[in-house]
């Protein structure tokens, strides 16, 4: 089956920065869209940002100019460099792909990560 795994995540204070991965792993065939969502307690999810296939390129606008997402095809893998890390900011971040893999045919569906804990905090 398919999994994605993040990396990255934890406690830092304002100004800071972090850098999530996730890597997708399994029996793949393709990976259309990744991105990253987050949700803090009492809030609802938010899309932090995204990158097609093709490079494509999308932010939320809180985190423009701050938050840098890119991905490495040949490694299934999309990240997430966090810079001018604000309180605000503070959340789970989950990583999700739309994902084409194998199993005796193939299909495609959305699968989502465990998530990753990021505070920011003094």
């Known amino acids: 089956q398919v999994q994605l795994v993040e990396s990255g995540g934890g406690l830092v204070q304002p100004g800071g920065s972090l850098r999530l991965s996730c890597a997708a792993s399994?029996?793949?065939?393709?990976?259309?869209?990744m991105g990253w969502y987050r949700q803090a307690p009492g809030k609802e999810r938010e899309l932090v940002a995204g990158i097609t296939g093709g490079g494509t390129i999308n932010y939320a606008d809180s985190v423009k100019g701050r938050f840098t997402i890119s991905r490495d095809n040949a490694r299934n893998t999309v990240y997430l460099q966090m810079n001018s890390l604000k309180p605000e900011d503070t959340a789970v971040y989950y990583c999700?792909?739309?994902?084409?893999?194998?199993?005796?045919?193939?299909?495609?569906?959305?699968?989502r990560g465990q998530g990753t804990q990021v505070t920011v905090s003094s």
């Open positions: 999700t792909a739309h994902i084409s893999y194998y199993r005796f045919s193939i299909y495609s569906g959305d699968f």
């Open positions: 399994g029996n793949i065939f393709s990976i259309n869209t």
